[in-house]
């Protein structure tokens, strides 16, 4: 085994190890993605019902449903990423030969991961600028900042979480054609 080798087992080791560490908390995230999107069920029902009966919608629904709808998606990001379990287009992949597809799961990763970064520093003048000025919604005066702050957290863990990917490399072939992993 030359160096080259071992190099790419130490650090798909360190990858296992660090997706090991990781895998909890993105669960626990993605638990909380869940809740906000069940609140969200919640909260238009209960809306929709309070417009039947007492002809009084309540006034907060669309910011609320709008902030846990973002909360929803960048809570379940990491672990998304982390599993590869989302939309992807495999035909041309899985029929390529594994070296191959090894170099395509990489780029995969640093396109991801520059995407993530790129937005990463679009959204932190955004959160300072809520932060400094206390910016609150316009009917539930809710604030704005600790809403916005899960968007550039979300990303560092999902940067993390194209890293993790990009060490380990690509799914089996059993994965990309919709059978489980096992």
Known sequence: MDSAERADDRLAAVARRLEAYLAPIFTALAALAAIAGT???????????????????????EELVGLLMTAAFFLALPLVTLKAEHVRVSILVVNLPEPVRRWVAITASLFGLAFCL??????????????????????ARLLMYPWMALIPASLLLTMLAFM???ALGPPPRQALRGQTRT
């Not at 919640?42 to 417009?51: D, E, K, P």
């Not at 959160?127 to 910016?135: G, H, K, N």
């Open 118 to 139: 790129w937005y990463f520093i679009l959204c932190l003048p955004w959160l300072e600028f809520a932060f400094e000025r206390t910016l609150k919604t316009e009917v």
């Open 164 to 166: 993790i990917r990009g």
């Open 39 to 61: 609140s969200i069920v919640a909260l238009i029902g209960v809306s929709v019902a309070m417009r039947h009966v007492a002809n009084a919608p309540l006034h907060i629904t």
